[in-house]
């Protein structure tokens, strides 16, 4: 994110204390409510919104939370294990005290009450805001509605019905009770309406002496969620529109030819997408949609929110093999804590895939110091390495930085929205309305990019799109990047998808329907003493 984002500390970040609910946030911040009267302070409070969503994926004490959403899926499998995300795979030790669905239940609504607080002020029939014009208001409120609808939908996908909360929140409260899935999604819908209409177009973002500041929220982001939120809805008919016309927009492209910092290296236009240096817009992807924009915190202090770890857990472990030298082509020194599944590995992809090129999916390494023995000779695949040292993985998140060779933060952009994935949503849809020939023909474009010899590879047709052939799509198209657990949640799919996986190794135990929703943490629960927050079905 721009420096002039990410260096705004959350402005309204709210915490919570080991007697209070999740849902209690106290505000210990000086930006309360009241400061939101001039265009300053309201713009200081929008980039906070940023900030909050960043901390849901920078857990940096627990490494294993990154691969709680994808460990005992399809995917991947965990290779080291770091504890927090063994209930995920081992889903007989998956209870109500579990610590991942009690971190996401908590971020999600700080980040809705953070985004309460500004629409309230903006919102308000009294609400004066010095230097903001009534247009300028609906603009904020409309950014804080696509966070509250982004946390919405995944508190949705990943629980249900839940407290549906929509003003600022300052004091105790105890009296909580879950809303019905309908509520919460016409909020969402709602919310992410709103937001489509009065955010600005990718090209109109807020610009500061850095340029265009693509980071920020735009219209696309709120199309492209509403439509993923009018599949899980059970509307595929009114998400169709929203996709489309993303697509026709002309502001996007799918990338097919080379480009950006690195075309002087061996490569190939896909994986050029995720180098390092051109993952924005303002490098020249044309797909990205919404980015979520890191400063190096080498360079830029306070650079991002905690200690990402994805370039730790989306990799291999070769530094610990003899005659390996750390570099960047191998992405830097990792902990491969995620071992991609053997299905993901060895069955997913047919012959000629792009996005299994040896510069996307990583299965070889080669002795890297010259001072070795071995020297240019492939590292072999024995015993425990398979699993621990040289993993399968996706290069997507791979990045090496000669300021910190130990490798414990990610330094890379995070691509949240693209193109690509618009696409596929766009064949659900249609999918799901039964117009398999234009499901087809939606799939074909990304088929088309991703196969040089197409259509003699590559094409597909109507009688091919099921929804387990968009799944296997967009593991393919989306694998490190999409939440590859809230997409087969959002799907009805987990328990079915994951008998793909497999592994002997950590073999996937326990799964059953219940688990299609996460338990309502018990601390909230407990702590809800006035009212009755009902546990969901299959949990204690």
Known sequence: MKKGIILIISILLLTYSCSDSYLEEKPYSSYTPETLKDSLGVEASLKGLH??????????????????????????????????????????????????????????????????SIISDMESASSTVKGLSENGKKRA???????????????????????????????????????????????????LTFSAQYLPDIESVPTNSGGKQYGRANK?????????????????????????????????????????????????YYSDMFLYGNERRSQGNTETIWTFELENTNTVPGGYS???????????????????????????????????????NYRLYKDGDIRNSEYSIRRKIFINDPAHVNYGKQVPYVGTDTIYNLCPHTT????????????????????????????????????????????????????????PDYP??????????????????????????????MTLMRTGTL????????????????LTKTHLLLPIPLTEIQLNKDAVLEQNPGYD
């Open 51 to 116: 900030y909050s969503y960043g901390t849901i994926w920078t857990w940096s004490d627990q490494q294993g939370w990154l691969c709680v959403w994808q460990v005992g899926t399809d995917v991947a499998s965990a290779a080291q294990q770091q504890g927090v995300e063994i209930p995920y795979y081992d889903y007989t030790k998956l209870t109500s005290s579990d610590r991942a669905s009690s971190f996401i239940w908590e971020r999600c609504y700080v980040l809705i009450n953070n985004a309460n």
């Open 141 to 191: 409120s409309a950014e804080a509605k696509f966070f509250r609808g982004y946390a919405y939908n995944m508190l949705a996908t990943l629980f249900g019905g839940v407290p549906l909360v929509t003003e600022p929140t300052s004091g105790p409260k105890t009296d909580y009770v879950r809303a019905s899935l309908d509520d919460i999604n016409n909020l969402i819908i709602s919310d």
């Open 220 to 268: 696309f982001m709120a199309m492209q969620l509403l439509g993923e939120a009018y599949i899980r809805a059970g509307k595929p008919e009114l998400a169709e529109p929203q996709l489309q016309s993303i697509i026709s927009s002309g502001r996007f492209r799918l990338i097919d030819k080379r480009y950006g910092a690195k075309t002087d290296l061996a490569g190939d």
């Open 306 to 344: 905690g200690s990402p770890q994805q370039r730790r857990v989306w990799t291999s472990a070769y530094y610990n093999i003899s005659g390996m030298i750390l570099c960047d082509s191998l992405g830097g020194r990792g902990l491969a804590r995620l071992r991609l599944s053997d299905w993901t």
């Open 396 to 451: 997507k998140w791979g990045a090496f930085d000669p300021n910190d060779t130990f490798g414990y933060s990610t330094v890379k952009d995070w691509i949240l929205m693209r193109l690509g994935e618009t696409y596929l949503l766009l064949a659900e849809a249609q999918f799901k309305q039964g117009k398999t020939g234009e499901a087809a023909n939606t799939i074909n474009v990304l088929r088309q990019r991703a196969f």
């Open 456 to 485: 003699t590879k590559g094409k597909v047709s109507a009688s091919d799109i099921t929804l387990d052939f968009i799944l296997d799509e967009r593991a393919r198209e989306l694998i490190g990047e999409e939440n590859r657990r």
């Open 495 to 510: 328990v079915e998808r994951a008998k793909l996986n497999t592994t002997k190794y950590q073999p996937i135990i326990g």
